[in-house]
Each structure stands twice: as C-alpha cells, then as structure tokens.
C-alpha cells in the first residue's frame, strides 16, 4: 500500500515524542485503573473507529461574500484522493472518502483505483441537486425533487439513480440525499403539494435502491436567503424515512437546527425508533458554519457521543451510524483541519466510552441530578490523548499529525504542482 | 340566557358606532367585490368562528420573579367562568371555557350550570402533573408521566382519567396533556427510558378515553431552567401521536419552539399527516412569553391561518383543529386582553380567507415567487375590521368590546366584592 | 429627464386603474378625517420620502452553495444605473443609487454623467475590503482593517480614500464602512488587539473624510463560517462613532442581529444618544437573509419606523437617517423586489405617520399597556396602499409598478442585450 | 473560626483520598513542566481565588410553574449564612456571601456577626425592585427606576440607599442594580423616555455611593412575558457605566444574552474600555437557566476566562473583576450545586492560567488559526483537578466537597430543625 508522506518523515516525528506518549499512556492507565476501566480495551475501540473524508472538504471553502484560495488546491478528484490518503495515512482514523456527484465525476475504475493504491475505500455517495452544472438541461433554480415541474423532478431523480450506479462500482453503500428546496418568501411555495412531490421523487430512487444499501436524507432547516426548506428538520426527516422504508434513515449534521436545540436528544429519538443513519461532523457559533468538529462546543460533541456509545452498549436494533465529517476549511490548511477533526471525533467517543454507565443509571433512577450529571463530567474531563495518539502509533501514524505534516512539506510540494485558484467575491453585504 | 354587562351599557356604545361601522362595511364590500369576493359569504364564516378561553387566563399572571395582582382578581372557578362570560357577551367569539384540573376542581354539575346559564360550553380538559397540590401523596419535583418510580406514574395517570371523568360530565370532548417533564442537565434522565415511560403512561390513559374524544398532547421546548423535556418538538409529538392511535392529535402552542422556527410549516406537516389537534394561541417576542395573540408577529399569526383555510377549503382528511387562546396577562386587565386576542385570532382567519388562492396556486406553479408572496400580501394588508365588528353586532355583541367593557365599569364592581389577591416575589435574578 | 420605460406603457397601465385608486383614496381619506388626520398631510411626507438603491442590489444574488442568474442581469455598473432608472420611474421613491467599490470602479464623470441622465444622484459609498480582486497586492483573507499585518491595513485605508475620492466627484456626501475581519476559530485573533487595530484605521480614513461627509459603520453578528466578527453589535459600533468624532454614525441592517433582538430598541438608543446614521433595510427569517424588506416580519418594519417619526416629530438633534435597500434577489427579478420593497419601506413610514401619538402618550404614562399597544395596530392595521399609489401618480410614476414594468418588456429587452450569466456552485453540504 | 461540618467528617473523607491526590499532583507536575509550566505557581494563584455566593442560591429555585422545595431549606438569612459556611468551609474557594434587600433585611450588626464568626466576609449588595413586599408603599407593577411616576422612581431609589446603608455598616464595597423594568408589548412604554428616567434616578443614587465603592449595573435582555427590558444588553450597559462615572462598571450574568451571542468578546470588549464590573456565573441552554456554572458548555466559561486571564496578566486598567454565582437550583440541593460550580468556575480559570500565551500570540501575528485555537484546546484538556483539590486540602477544605458534605448528614440535620417549605404551582401552560 502507498503511502503519500515519507515514512521517515512520519517516523522522525514519532520518535521525539513516544517516550512522553508512554509514560504518559502508563499513567493513565493506572488513573482509569482505579476508577475500574481498562485503557487497553478502550484502545483497541478506538483503533476500530473510522471516520469518513468528503471529498470536497480538502478544498477551501468560502462564503456567500468571498472565497480565499490556499496554496496547492486539488484540480479533480484524483488530487482530492490524494489529500484524503494523507489524513489517512497520518492519523489512521479516516479509512474511507466520500464522493460529491457530478463535482468529483470519472470513470469508476479509475476512481477505485486511485483510493485503493492507498488502501481507501468510498463511503456514501452524494447527489447535488442544489447547484446547476454545465450543460444541465433544466435548472434547479426553483427546486429539484420537490419542484412543481416533473421534467425537473425526473432529471433530479435520474441524477441520483446515476449517483448510486457510480457507487455500486466503487463499492459505496449508501447514498446522502441533501436538497436545497425551499422557498425565499411565504406563498411561494405550497408547503403540502412540495412535501407531496419531494416523497413521490423519493421513492422512485428508493426504488432503485441495491438491496444492501441504505438511503440517507439529510433535514436542515435553512439556507441564508431562505423562508422554509423542503425537509426542514428530524420530524420531516422521520417522517421521510418511515414513508421511504427499512432501509431509509436520517443523517444528522449538527449544524443544520435552531438556535439552543437540544441535539443529542434528537439522536437519542432517532435511534429509539430505529432511523438513525448517520452523521455530518462538524461544529458552529451561530448557523451552518460548518466549522471544525468540537471547535466550538466540544462537550456538546461528547454528549452526542453519549448517546452512541449507550445506544451501542445496549445492542440498540438497527444501530451503525455512519460517521462522517462534513466541514468548510477557510482559514486554514483543510488537510490540518480535518486530520484534528477526525481526532476530535474519536476523543469524543473515547471520553464516552470512560461513563461509568452502571453509576450512572443508578443516580438516574434516585433522582441523584447531581452525580448523574457529574459522571458525565468525569468522563468529559479525562484527557484521552494518550490512548488516541497511541492508536495513531499503533496503526502506523503520526503521534502528532500536524507537526509531522508540516515537517512532510507537503502542502508546498503540491503547491508547485497544482496551479492556484481564483479568489472570489460575491455580491451583498 | 344571562348576560353579565348590563345590556344598555352595550346598546350605548354600540349605538354612538354604528353609523361608521355600517359606512365601512359597505365600502369595504365593495373594494373586495371588486376583487371577486362576497363579503357576506366572509362574515358568515367569521360569525361561525369560535375561540376557546382557558379558565386560568382571566386571573394575572407573572413571571419566575414576582406576580403583580389587578383588582378583582378571580376567586375560584365560578369567578373565572363569570368573567369568560363578559369575553364571550361582548365578543361573540368565546363561546367556550377550558379547564384546569386541580385549580378548577368543583362538582361537576355545579360547573356545567354555572356555565351553561351564561350559554357558555367546555372546550378539552386541562391536567396538571407539572406542579404539586396540596395533599398530594407523591410529588412531581422529578417528572410525573415519565418519573423513573412507577408509583408517580401512576399517580399521574390517575390523574388524567379523573379529568376525563370530570369532563364527560360537562360536557368536554378532549382531553389536553403538557408535562413539565424533562432534565435540568445532561445525564440526569436517560432520554430513551424516559420517554418510553412516557408513552406507556400515555397508553394507559388513552386505553380509558371514551369512544368521541380526542386527545391532544403539547409539545415545549423547554421550561426555563430546563436542559431537556420529555415532549420537546412536533417530531416527537408526531411520534406519540402515531403510537397512541387515531384519536390521538398534536397540540401546537406558537411559543413553544426555537427560535426562527417557521411554525406554519409544521402547522402544514401535521395537517398533511393527520395529526394537527389544534392550537394554545398567545404571542412572544424571545420564548414562551404567552403575550396576547398577534401583539408581536400579526404576520405569523396570519401565515398560520394561511395554512388552516388551506387545508378547510381543501377539505383535509381529519381535519378540524381546536381553537384555544393560551396566554399570561401580566400588565392588563385579562379579560380585555382575551377579548382582544379572541378578536385577532379572528382577524387572522377572516384576513386568511381573503387570499386568491387559485391566483396563488398559479404563481406558485409558475415559480412567480413575487406575485405569489403578493398574493397573500393583499389579503394580509386589507383592513377587516368591519367584518370582525359586524359579526359581533350581528350576534349581539359590542362593536368595541373593550370600550364597552370600561363603560361597565365590571372591574370595579367585582374589585369590590373580590379581595385583593398577594402579590409575590421570586428568588432569582 | 430621459425615462427608460415608455411613457405610454405607464400611462395605459396608470388609466386602468385610476379611478378605483381616487375612490379609495376619498374613502380613506374621510376614515382618517374621523380619526383626526388629514390624509394630504400624510400624502405630502410620504412624495417627499426616498429609499437609495444598492447598486449591487439588481443583480441576482445567490448562497454559499449556488447562484442561479436571471435574464438579462446587468454587465456593468452603466447597466445598474439603468435599472435603477427603472425602479425610480416607476416608484418615484428611489431618487440615489449607493455604489459599491471597485465592482463599480469607473470614470467618475461617466458615472455622474450616466447617473443625471435619469436624475438619479448618489447616496453613500461602499468601500469593500471582504474579498479580493484581480490585481490586488495583498490579501483580506485573514482581515482588512484589523489585519496583524499593517501593509494590509494601509492598503484597505486606502482603498477607503479611494473610494472617498470617486464619491466627492460624483456628489456623494457619506462613506459606508462594513469589514469582514473577524475569526473562525477561538483563539484565532486577540478581540482587543483587532479592534484597537481597527479603531487606528478607521481613525486613519476618517481624518480625511470631507467636512460635509458623514461615516457610517455598519455592525453585524457574524458571518457564515465565523465565531466572531470585528464589528459584532451596536455596542461595538457605538464605541466606534464615539472614538471617531462628530462625523461618524452608526448604521443599522435589519439583518445583522441575534436572534429574537429588538432591533428598533436599538434603533432607540442610538437615536437618543445622537449615532444613528441610517439603515439598510431588508428583512429576514434565520440569519442575514437579505430577503425583501417587510416580506417576513413587516410589524417590524413598522416599529422601527415608529421610533423615526417619533424622532422625527420630536425633532431630535443630528437625526437625518440615511434610508436605503441592501437586499439579495436570488428567486425573483431584481427590479420587481426592488420596487416593492421601496413601497414597503414607504409603507411602513407612512402607517407610522398615522400613530396617534398625543393618546399614545397618554396611554404611556397612563401605564395602559392595552390601549397603548392598540395605538400602534390602529395606525399599522390602516391599508395605506391609497396615499402611496397616490404620491406615484402624482409624481409620474405608475400606480402598479410590478403591472407596468411587466406591460413594458424591459426584462426581456434587456435579456436580448445582455449576454446570459454563469451559474455557480459551491462546495460544502 | 467556627465551622459547620465537623472536622472528623472532613479528615476522614480527605484521609481516603489524600494519597491519590498526592500521585496525581505529583503526575500532573511533570507533565505541566515539560511544557514549561511551574505547577505551584498555578496552585497558588488558585488558592488566591475566591467567588462569592448568593444568599438566595442556597434556596431551591422554581419556573413561572411550579416550585418544588427540598428539604432543611433555609428559613432566613442566618440560616442561608450557615448554609454558605458549609460551602466555604469544604470548597476554600467562597469566602463571602452576596446579600439580596429586603430578602436578607436583618440587624446589621447582627449579620456582621454571623457571618465573620464563619469568617466569611460580605460581596456586593444586591437591591430589589423588581418585585413587591408587603407593605411596600407603591407598586413596581410597571416598573421601578424608570416608572413614569416621579414617586415610584423615588422610593426605587431610597430603596437602593438603604442598600448601600446596610452594606456599609457590614463591610460591602459595592451595589448592583439589576431591574425588572421593561414592557410587556410594543408602545407600551416610550423607550427613549423610560432610558432617560432610568438614568436620573440612577444618577441619584450613584451620587450617593461611599467613595470606595463600586456601582455594578446588569444588563438582561429579557423576562419570559417580556417585549423589551430598560438595560437590554452590553451596549445600554454600556452607556449607563460611562454617564454615571468612574465608578460605576458593568455586570455580566452568562445567561442574560440572546441566542448565539459571543460573551467572551463582550467581556473584552468591557475589559478594554475600562468598565468590566465582574460577573454572574451560571449556564444555560435556552434562556436565562441559571444552571450550575459549567454545567452546560464548559468551554464556553474556559473562554470567559481566558480573556480574564489575558487581562490580568497584561496589567489592564481598571480591572478588578467581582465573581460571583448566581444560580437556581431546582432538582439539587443547593449547596452540593452551588460547592461544585464554584470549583467549576475555579477549574476555567486555572485552565486558563495554562494557555502558552507567548505561543498563542505568535500564532495569532502568524494567522496561523489552527495552531491558535489549538492553543487554546491544550490548555482546556488539561485535566486541573489535581490542582484544584490540593488547593482545597491546603486550606483546610475537602478533597472531594460533596462526599464529605453527604457523610456529614449536613442537610438531613437542618431538615429536622427547618420545617418544610411550601410547594407551589403558577398558572400559565
């Protein structure tokens, strides 16, 4: 298997800081000893968490108002992969890449190829019906599964059953459905009729299914400039799924609810009644900011962690969630941003494997609010880093993935091959 | 039938209107004529318009701090029936009366009297497991429906089906359910245990509804001081409705969301699917404030009335929601807020069935999201006061209750025979 | 004075509607007669009332994800200023166009000279410091005028002079200053250290801001993507025109708030404490959604604009707001927005003007909330669409102008002229 | 020095505890040194800090629903000062206690006493006239220092007096006024007229306060019912601090914000220009929660303080922040609750203390965002309890506060001597 940063590179790194890592490991375990936990178990859950790339995170994003290209910006999907094998390669949590249709369009064998020269593989395929592309034929302008015109629905619907074509070939298993149907003023659109429409679409792609997929829909509850949005939050979203069948469930993105909404509990609804799908990574201040995962709110990120980690010590039925970041990357390297993410996400999980679950159900049931909340806390406090860097040593990569990235001279290297893009500006203030 | 205002104090003020109301009301019949529409077919439909008043909501309310009491406060259930009677006399618009059980615990006959002398009805039944009462031998401090001790549970069960025994008695035909179940922080409740507690509790009093009731459960996103509730948005509301059965319907109080949240699109959704059971109207500016009806967002008001004449004049399949103004008068005399809440709830339907909609469902499939949006614009903006004025006339009522209601001087009077009730203060800041 | 509509298209569409426009006008006429106003008083404000059009406001907008032009979308700013002719001719409510530079960088004379073609004049400048252009020595991605680095702050001081300069040419008498400069990720900047930053710059552009100029600021919670930005409230912004001088204002964009805010609160204070510079109006649902202003909330946009004309008749010292649009059309033709939008803000004026505010007072220190909040819904519930339809026709402009400006085929015309523009899309889900 | 807890209790509990303590200090030590951190001097600075308790946080807290007491609840403000000496005595972090007027109205020689006997010492006065007492002259019904009646304002402000009276005789260097006022619907008040009253009678009792003291004024943007308040938010803050004088400063209580709103970057906004009073801590989800400090999003309080410690460490003028709790305890017991939130509170500020400041800067110069907020992140994950129970061990208090508190039987000893306090129910579903 290929690899994309130079082993000594990665094995220099590594040396200046294993000692610390075991010494620091050591201590750790003995601390989680005490309180009756065996870090090596909790390790080797860790070592089998992956989390998924998109694609089109390891480009910089923008804003409505400008976009400020970084050096060495992947030209296709090939450089995408490319990037995404080394976050892989580095923190050895990300195992998969998943592809945006038709941003990241080649031929199929080329695109297996290339990720498996590196030992990746694809996660669920996404559709794009929110954008219009060179040589569309008719414009999504005014919606697409949910559209008042049928041409536009079945042109909508055809571009997913294609989505799903590429992927059976890839060897994806699912398919993301995200739509930016909607409406900018009340009285543009009628909210029935659309819903109407946007489950009659569906269920022609549902229809298409491969027998061993499942279908993820993905409910935001706005876009800047909007009024209402077709699949508005994770009551349309169940709604969705129950009307679509067993194997359609709802995708969470953290960042897509109103302001204070309580998520995890969201999550907790969704698995009791068997439609969680998955998860859109990412953290926010104020809307869909789509900023790096537990950058803002890392104990909101560790309670929807809480509930995984319940869910999957209960055996709860139709419970594997997908995982998979979901992040613009503005003001940083995307490569950085993402291998921390990936991190971020595997702490969180870590730390809620560390609930001392049995306590906690027992200060559930007196009532104890106070300890209840606290051993959630204790858990939350634990500095997991030693078993999550020792994971990374384990697998083969980088105990600190920033440094040793940065000391690859990647970035620069690319920067020499991939001409720059363009900067851009919109047109509102 | 009795009525509390002395009818020439009525007589009189409507006479010094009359003339204007009259002059208006032509003039506007014939502005709308002009627009295809019959005002006479409007009017009816307003006079057939009704609007329930919760029996709490003529007493002051306050907020966490301090409850400042106005003279005359209501002393127990057959005040508060004597004051919805002036509501109902001068407006025209109440013909009914909601319960709370155990504040407005009474014999049941003696209720049904007391109300029916004033041609007054009962609308649902309210229960209450959200605070204690004196005497009761388990306390709701950690959740009632939901409560991790069965006991509680039952308890609380017990409860409900007593407010069902008392309102078949009146005459009441639904049963309205709002917990204050929930977690003040993370950990507290497991989400998954509590609410299917909930819902085993909610089957068991659903098990004893009679065959021509409905039940309708109350979605909140919180409380303040709250981490989670139980029953925290219309998604989980809808799955309670499913799993009860079909009488069982969603309640939608307009304050009770996140904020942004386009609540007539859900309003649309529950329609769309069966279960809209009805509505607590009240106004608010940041939370659950419960300010009067349309005081802050007429708009919003209408947009939801938009969607209910929608669907009546599409004859939605079980459709027909109840009507309830739900709110806390903290600054004004109650009885001329609920006058006037009862009148914009009113205002909002009449305004609602002024839109074109054959016009608007050709711009909506044209994609004119302008003249679309215009098109609900024009009715909003027309000015139906004198339809709202008639009805009342029409029906006995005072052109302008509120001028009416001074002219009584009914606060006075009953100031007198009523103590002054204790005003309170809190302990937060 | 050219006009870029046929003078018999208005005409023809004016004459089918005159006469039901004088009826209702007579009527309205005698209903404010009753209530104690003489409707030509109201007339006359509301001809002498003018809204500036954003320059970048007739093009199509778009989202972070995509942009779907419209036909015949202007080439250049030569192309705005006929638009904009459109809308004032039409409207005869838009006298001045607000330039954004360098996306209207020309010859000043040409623009001048274009713009007095049509007796269209300029309202405030626009410097942009949020995005890059083509040929730009250092980049705004990580600031402007808060950037670490001084050559980037130098540089946007400049291009602020700049833009000072092309407006003393083309007689414009403000500059309007509204930055991108924040951060996305905690840590990422030293709030104190940037805003001292900033102050020096904004220092630095005000020392050469013309005697008889005014400098708007303009604050904004955040941007998509952002954890904080420079200029986040009107606290911050208030610092700002106090540190600057006499000059220097506040400038209010009905979007740029938190949630539930109660923006004409604000507007309040910086009326009183003399810092009101003006405003940008639109309105919006979520976040700065840019939608057409009084198209969500339109109750809003009235008692904003009661706090105007209370400041207005109260004569308040160094208030003489700066009224302009600052929207994004992203579903509807941009001239047809426009146009309804200037009425709306026209609208909400002249309802404002209707306030009975000698009773209001009254009310006020009577402590009669009810009737005082019942002052405000008599003036906004009144249809003024009469006195507005008027004051365009009285001044040559059309009484629909959506009706006119559709008889006329500019849309179409222009669309043969003007090349199709590209769609786009983003790049994050 | 009296204390409350028995020192056999406190011995035992730290005796089972002390050698793992001592192991992970030690632990901690080394791993803080090889990032160039001295251990004990962060230690010592945490053994300097101190938060004050409200007396009205040892009470159980309720919603505008329902109260549910526990039981031992204080019975006046002696009993409340026992409570605190529990606290102080086990935590070491709460040397003083905020009094509320006229809740804690007591002889003050005999106040003085009781509290110096626990040797706690007496934070700033808290004034109330938000709500009514019994045989309170006029009513605070429609407000209290901006009341339209001249009368009303003059008792608010002899009220405030008084405060300030009884705060000097038991050694308070400092008033806050946090008011009610405000409007419950749009016109109710004149926004502009109610700040001016508001700022007069502030002025009379500014002019008031003892040379050495310090005049905190809180800002809230609202009450549930609420359509505005009089002290909105940071900016009226603001404004009021700088129209009184130099000693005049502004409060911030983490919940009184709107949604979404960036605290940290008011703080430093106050913090630059010299009018940082001090704080309120507490969490909350939704609205104004009041829940226990941290209890919610840690990172958030980890945000306030580094700006504190950023600010302290740069020497910034006027700056002398007061901490201070302020908190409702509805589902705890209040003293467990209010022990850990002042740890909490104590544990982000020496989290704090740990961020490589010298590091973090050069990042920020470098705009090197990822490395900057990772900065950040390092210091956050850092494990400080060790630090925080040594500090407590080292001055006589508890390892860990509520095993020892819960060994000594505390609460069910005051239940037996306290009669039980009355539940009770509000009004409004």
Chains 1, 2, 3, 4 share one sequence.
């Not at 077709?230 to 302001?259: F, M, R, S």
């Amino acid at each position: 298997m290929e690899t994309v940063i130079a082993g000594d590179v990665v094995d220099k790194s590594n040396a200046a800081r294993e000692q610390a890592l075991k010494a620091d490991y050591a201590v750790l375990g003995e601390q989680l000893d005490r309180r009756g936990i065996a870090i090596d178990a909790i390790l080797k859950k860790v070592e089998a968490f992956g989390v998924a790339i998109p694609s089109w995170g390891v480009g910089t994003g923008g804003t409505r108002f400008a976009r400020f290209p970084g050096p060495g910006e992947p030209r296709d999907v090939f450089d995408k992969i490319e990037d995404c094998a080394v976050i892989s390669q580095l923190t050895r949590a990300t195992p998969t890449v998943s592809l945006h249709i038709p941003w990241d369009k080649a031929d199929p064998n080329r695109l297996k190829q290339a990720a498996s020269r590196f030992g990746l593989g694809f996660d669920a395929m996404n559709s794009n019906t929110f954008s219009d592309t060179v040589g569309q034929k008719l414009s999504y302008k005014f919606g697409s599964l949910s559209h008042a015109d049928a041409g536009v629905r079945r042109q909508a619907v055809e571009h997913n059953l294609e989505c799903i074509e590429i992927g059976r070939t890839i060897g994806s298993k699912a398919l993301t459905v995200w739509i930016g149907d909607g409406s900018n003023f009340p009285g543009q659109v009628n909210f029935a009729r659309a819903f109407e429409r946007y489950l009659e679409a569906m269920k022609a792609i549902y229809a298409e299914l491969p027998q061993d997929w499942r279908l993820f829909t993905e409910h935001k509850m706005y876009e800047p400039a909007f009024y209402s949005t077709v699949v508005q939050d994770w009551g349309t979203n169940y709604i969705i799924a129950k009307e679509l069948g067993d194997k359609a469930y709802c995708l969470v993105d953290l960042g897509h609810h109103a302001p204070n909404v309580n998520i995890e509990m969201i999550v907790s609804r969704l698995i009791q009644f068997g439609k969680l799908g998955g998860f859109h990574f990412n953290d926010s201040k104020y809307g869909d900011d789509d900023l790096d995962a537990g950058s803002i709110d890392p104990y909101r990120l560790f309670l929807v962690f809480n509930e995984l980690v319940d869910a999957e010590l209960a055996g709860a039925k139709d419970f594997q969630p997908a995982h998979m970041l979901d992040q613009s990357h503005n003001v940083t390297d995307p490569i950085e941003s993402l291998m921390l993410s990936a991190i971020e996400v595997q702490r969180a999980y870590a730390a809620a494997l560390l609930v001392d679950r049995k306590a906690l159900e027992g200060f559930q049931e007196a009532n104890d609010a106070l300890m209840a909340t606290q051993a959630l806390k204790a858990a939350y406090r634990t500095d997991v880093e030693p078993i999550l860097a020792t994971a990374r040593l384990n697998r083969g990569g980088a105990i600190d993935p920033v440094s040793a990235y940065r000391a690859s001279f990647y970035r620069k290297k690319v920067a020499a091959a991939r001409p720059a893009g363009a900067a851009g500006g919109g047109g509102i203030v």
